[in-house]
Each structure stands twice: as C-alpha cells, then as structure tokens.
T-cell receptor, first 117, second 116 residues
Framework: EAQVTQNPRYLITVTGKKLTVTCSQN?????MSWYRQDPGLGLRQIYY???????DKGDVPEGYKVSRKEKRNFPLILESPSPNQTSLYFCASSWGAPGLAAGGELFFGEGSRLTVL | RKEVEQDPGPFNVPEGATVAFNCTYS??????FFWYRQDCRKEPKLLMS???SGNEDGRFTAQLNRASQYISLLIRDSKLSDSATYLCVVPAILNAGGTSYGKLTFGQGTILTVHP
C-alpha cells in the first residue's frame, strides 16, 4: 500500500530534550516536505527537499533541522524543543515539484502531535 | 496582503445546497493551484488541481480568475460527507518560467458543515 509513515504519532516531551520525528514514503517520490499546523494559522511549511541531499527552508524553519540521505526518508529534528514548537506536524511527499503539472499531488502522513512542556 | 487568504467561515449549509469558497493569492506569477480537503485534524487530501482557467470533477468545480488573483471552489448538491475544512494551496514561483522549487503556501482553510 502506497503511504507516508510518520513516527511517533503522539509525543510529550520537555524543553531542551532533542527529538526526531521520522518520515518514510514507499512511493519512490522525489519531493518531501514538513509542515506544522496550528489553530488559526493553518499549515505552514518548515522544510522541503527536492531530492536526496537537497533541502530548502520553508516559511518557519527556525528551531528545526532536516536531512535527506535516502530518497525514502526525511526526518525532522528538534535539537532543543521549546513550548512554542507544540503543534501537529505533517510530512508529505510527491512525485515531483508541487508546482509542476505532472508532479503535483501531495500525499500526507497521518500527522504527529507533539507537546513540549 | 497575505500570500494566500481564505474566508475561514464556518459555512453552515443544508444538504443539497450549493456553496462556494474563494481563495485570494498575492503572487501574480503563480501558475498552479490546489484545493485540499482535511477532515477533523486528519491529514489533508487532494481534492482538485487548477492549472488553467478551471477544472470540474462531478459536483466540484474549481475556477481561476487571474485578473483578480483568486480561485474559487464550488460544491453543488452538498452531502453530509462534504463537511470538512477546505485548504487552498499555492506553490511559490521562484523564476519567471513559472517553475516551483517546492515552496508551498497554504491558506488557513475554510470550514464547511453540511447539516440534514
């Protein structure tokens, strides 16, 4: 089954304790991206990756790191989480750049709800 | 002006009604647009893509007005199952050729509730 898998789905942690949210896709997609969703603000893009070893900042990259060492995986790293990073996080992938006619549909993971105390 | 702006609603309509949402965007160079549907804090799923003047899929019609820089989503004969949040998505354009390098902006979403 074609899917994007995120882990963990739920996490409560404390300020400053490094954590990683994993994201894996089995569709051989080139493009992957991370978003956070907050009430009243909608989804905001954190980072995206056009291909292996190619990553770029989205609108809200501060406090986050990513890596793309393999095509299927795109982990999101919070080196020193803070309470303002409490949010619902989504990973997504697509065949190509979302703005291209042939590559546009984004497939999302089920989301990871993170609480930082 | 926000890059992508939607009326958050909520829109409350009876079954069978026709309802329309608008989404305005600020970048006049944007070439492609998307409507995603999100159910109750679940993951968004693609509803429609709009690359030219519009697109139609069954009860759903998306139209693009480049002069006024907005896209609309029309839902005819609303069903209870159409209740969801509808997200407008616009890729950023980083060159004059209209190619997106992956940066996306989401509207904050329009909440639709269809009641019996």
């Amino acid at each position: 089954e074609a899917q994007v898998t995120q882990n963990p789905r739920y996490l409560i942690t404390v300020t400053g304790k490094k954590l990683t949210v994993t994201c894996s896709q089995n569709m051989n997609h080139e493009y992957m991206s991370w978003y956070r969703q907050d009430p009243g603000l909608g989804l905001r893009q954190i980072y995206y990756s056009m291909n292996v070893e190619v990553t770029d900042k989205g609108d809200v990259p501060e406090g986050y790191k990513v890596s793309r060492k393999e095509k299927r995986n795109f982990p999101l790293i919070l080196e020193s989480p803070s309470p303002n990073q409490t949010s619902l996080y989504f990973c997504a992938s697509s065949w190509g750049a979302p703005g291209l006619a042939a590559g546009g549909e984004l497939f999302f993971g089920e989301g990871s709800r993170l609480t930082v105390l | 002006r926000k890059e992508v702006e939607q009326d958050p609603g909520p829109f409350n309509v009876p079954e069978g009604a026709t309802v329309a949402f608008n989404c305005t965007y600020s970048n006049s160079a944007s070439q492609s647009f998307f409507w995603y549907r999100q159910d109750c804090r679940k993951e968004p799923k693609l509803l429609m893509s709009v690359y030219s003047s519009g697109n139609e899929d069954g009860r759903f019609t998306a139209q693009l007005n480049r002069a006024s820089q907005y896209i609309s989503l029309l839902i005819r004969d609303s069903k209870l199952s159409d209740s969801a949040t509808y997200l407008c998505v616009v890729p950023a354009i980083l060159n004059a050729g209209g190619t997106s390098y992956g940066k996306l902006t989401f509207g904050q979403g329009t909440i639709l509730t269809v009641h019996p």
